[in-house]
């Protein structure tokens, strides 16, 4: 078995992804790209999957240390699957979480309380370096519906407006703990750790 290396970075600059990140892998240091001085790579991928393989490589390339990316976002099936991959820059390029929020409720704005099922979805993406032939994939999905408008103030994204059923309140209303037992992310963690032990990584 191979020694854990000490830090991974993290292809991200998110402060809410790394912060969510960190908790659930408390054994490990995650440095964010930037401290790498990292650019960041255009996401051309026409999927999570794909896009998240970039992510990695790219951070592995500049900083020279395993890499993990994340590529998530919400799907609503009122919308066809939008935002999808662009949940990001929905509302446009260097939209805000608020703008971006904003442009979806105006886009579901005439589609009923009943037909708002949505979910998110997470893939994360393990390079040991950046020619790694055989890069470690999970992926998580968490369902739920779209609010009316937005509740709470924790979280980031899409969270004020993502209802969770199960306990009756948003995202953006659930503690950091609880979210990350529950949410897309959280899963397609567990499965990354489950993977790296199996492949000797950890």
């Known amino acids: 078995m191979t020694s854990t290396p000490s830090s991974f970075v993290l292809a991200s600059g998110n402060a809410g992804k790394i912060k969510e990140l960190q908790a659930l892998l408390p054994d490990f240091i995650l440095r964010p790209q930037t401290d790498f001085l990292v650019p960041d790579i255009a996401e051309t991928g026409g999927s999570f999957v794909e896009n998240a393989i970039l992510k990695a490589r790219n951070a592995a390339h500049y900083s020279k240390l395993p890499a993990i990316a994340d590529d998530s976002g919400l799907v609503v099936h009122a919308l066809n699957g939008a935002p999808g991959i662009y949940s990001a820059r929905y509302a446009g390029a260097h939209a805000s979480d608020a703008q971006n929020i904003t442009t ?51 979280g980031f994204g899409y969270d004020p407006i993502f209802g969770v059923l199960s306990h009756q309140c948003s995202a953006a209303q659930l503690s950091l703990e609880v979210k990350n037992r529950l949410s897309h992310r959280g899963k397609a963690l567990d499965q990354l750790k489950q993977a790296l032990f199996e492949h000797g990584v950890v």
């Open 104 to 154: 979806l409720l105006a886009n579901l704005n005439a589609v009923a309380a009943t037909e708002r099922r949505a979910y998110f979805f997470c893939v994360l993406v393990f390079m040991r370096h950046e020619n790694d032939p055989c890069p470690i994939i999970a992926q998580g999905r968490w369902d739920g519906v779209i609010l009316d408008h937005p509740e709470g103030e924790l």
